[in-house]
């Protein structure tokens, strides 16, 4: 560089000189364009600018090594992540029981079914498909589908089942019917570090989950921490920690063909009770048996959401957040690029959960979703919350699940019929 106060030449392989400005150093990086004697005249003549200083030896093999060791750090961090993709290919993790013998069992069957019911547990206990195809039956379609619910699922966890599903590549698979609770499903206090929530804490699941996280409601500490947990199971996949053990457990069973993936919880209790199963049996019985005994709070809690209901109707209904409604953008995208189409609905839940109905409608409305039918909705449902159809405050019965199912069959064949 040419000038009134000297000239640079780059004279040092990953050196650095140091040119006086102000009279603050500042280090430019230079490289070799000459060697042997001739680099020793190009150092004298720079040596001899006024303003223009060299580093000393000592430094130079300093920020050497620092470079060196930074490369090899990129390196080791590389091979690494290289180690466990082909480790995660090599050996696919099983993330949960009852989710991967769903899976298994669409891996082989998935051209039988018409129409998959995705959700947590509500849709799980909830939606009995041989009710709903016989429903639909009566009306002329022929369809049959399936029950993907499974307890706890989060919209992350399920958007990754959704991928799972397309890359299938069904032929015969057409409508993906979703329920909208898992929306509002965070990371728990319970199942932390387990075998599934791990499974699903890719880099762009858990970066979706922490979005949605900070824009909740939740304590600022309570969100600090719930990131910190989405990490840990960050780290804990990349790393595949705990994978050992994983690859000595048998393979998961898959589900009976005749329930087509719907359990009721009276179901469980039978199987519980013939297995010999004391602690699941109690545990169930206890879920009843509280039911029955606080039915009088029960009751008070369903008057409650209707009147929260009629109350928040009057304002509209309130849309998502910007980030929710992209993420639904998203998925509702990928179905259809693979040939099917997404309709969701609202399962009836307990009567202290947020009427998420109000503000799927809302998003109906906008155009966002095709929904179903909203039956967390005790004014215009009352017949869904009445104790007779519960087996506990959360979960239909086996009586209830047919109302239910019905329901859904004639609500879907209209919504169906609209959108041909």
């Not at 992540?81 to 029981?97: D, G, M």
């Not at 109690?282 to 209707?306: G, H, N």
């Not at 209901?309 to 998203?330: K, V, Y």
């Not at 009352?382 to 019965?397: G, I, Q, T, V």
Request: charge should be positive; charged fraction near 25%; hydrophobic fraction near 40%.
């Amino acid at each position: 560089m040419d000038g009134e106060k000297g000239r640079l030449v780059w004279v040092g392989r990953r050196s650095n000189v140091v040119k006086r400005m102000g009279g603050v150093p500042t280090v430019f990086p230079i490289r070799v364009i000459c060697r042997g004697r001739a680099m020793e005249r190009a150092m004298e003549a720079v040596s001899s600018d006024k303003g223009l200083l060299f580093l000393s030896a000592a430094t130079r093999r300093r920020v050497t090594g620092g470079c060196r060791a930074l490369r090899n750090l990129t390196l080791f961090v590389v091979v690494i992540a290289l180690a466990n993709v082909a480790f995660e290919r090599a050996f696919p993790r099983r993330s949960h029981c009852l989710l991967d013998s769903k899976l298994n069992h669409l891996q082989q069957q998935i051209d039988r079914y018409d129409v998959v019911f995705i959700g947590s547990s509500l849709v799980y206990r909830g939606v009995d498909p041989a009710v709903f195809n016989e429903e639909l039956s009566k009306r002329g379609w022929q369809l049959d589908s399936f029950n993907f619910g499974v307890p706890g699922i989060q919209f992350e966890e399920m958007g990754l089942l959704i991928e799972r599903m397309v890359a299938m590549n069904p032929e015969r698979l057409k409508w993906l019917v979703i329920d909208l609770h898992s929306l509002s499903y965070l990371l728990g206090s319970t199942g932390w570090y387990t075998k599934r929530h791990v499974a699903w804490h890719t880099p762009s699941a858990t970066l979706n989950a922490c979005v949605r996280l900070w824009g909740g409601r939740k304590r600022f500490a309570t969100k600090l921490n719930l990131t910190r947990v989405h990490l840990g199971h960050l780290v804990m996949k990349c790393l595949n920690i705990g994978r050992g053990g994983q690859l000595l457990d048998g393979s998961p069973e898959t589900p009976t063909e005749r329930n087509r993936g719907y359990e009721s919880l009276e179901m469980s209790y039978r199987t519980a009770v013939e297995s010999g199963g004391d602690s699941a049996e109690k545990q169930l019985a206890e879920r009843a048996r509280v039911l029955d005994v606080y039915r009088k709070f029960y009751s008070e809690d369903v008057s409650a959401l209707k009147t929260r209901i009629q109350d928040d109707s009057e304002t509209d209904g309130a849309l998502p957040g910007a980030f929710d409604r992209l993420l639904l953008a998203r998925q509702n995208k990928r179905i259809r690029e693979a040939g099917m189409m997404p309709l969701y609905f609202v399962m009836p839940a307990d009567p202290t959960v947020f009427p998420i109905g109000l503000p799927a409608r809302a998003l109906h409305r906008a155009g966002d979703i095709v929904l179903i039918g909203d039956y967390h909705d005790p004014l215009n449902l009352p017949e869904l919350f009445a104790p007779k159809n519960r087996y506990d405050r959360n979960h239909m019965s086996e009586t209830g699940a047919r109302l239910l199912s019905e329901l859904l069959a004639a609500d879907f064949v209209r919504t169906a019929e609209r959108h041909r």
